[in-house]
């Protein structure tokens, strides 16, 4: 499991499928996903969105590029697909969450506050 989920990681934007994931791990597709879920604690498909959702996060924050092009960057084939899962695992659409996000710089940075300390409390939960 552990091997796949490295593999989701690494290739996030490519499109992975589960007959290749469970290739990665070396068992059965429907065991697989079975037991990726009881390891993970969510289906490997949500599991691939939330980390496209988490470098096209990480894209809005730190880049000027449109949404448009970060959502075909990290993997999505559609930009009402990757708004609308967007919403889901963060609760706004890209647009509002860039806006925040700068907005939440800038405080951050006139209050002294480490990046890594911003970048930790706006990261998705599970």
Do not use: N
Not at 8 to 13: G, K, T
Not at 88 to 94: A, F, H, K
Not at 111 to 119: L, Q, R
Request: net charge positive.
């Amino acid at each position: 499991m552990l091997r796949a989920r490295d593999a989701m990681d690494r290739a996030y934007a490519q499109p992975l499928d589960i007959p290749a994931l469970a290739r990665i791990a070396h068992v059965s597709e429907a065991h697989f996903t079975r037991v990726f879920r009881a390891t993970f604690g969510e289906t490997p498909h949500r599991y691939l969105q939330r980390r496209r959702v988490e470098r096209a996060m990480f894209l809005l924050r730190d880049t000027d590029r449109s949404v448009t092009d970060i959502c075909f960057e990290v993997g999505f084939s559609s930009p009402g697909t990757f708004s609308r899962t967007f919403r889901d695992i963060v609760g706004r659409s890209p647009r509002a969450y860039r806006k925040e996000a700068h907005a939440a710089q800038r405080a951050a940075a006139a209050a002294g506050v480490p990046t890594c300390f911003t970048m930790a409390w706006t990261r998705p939960s599970a």
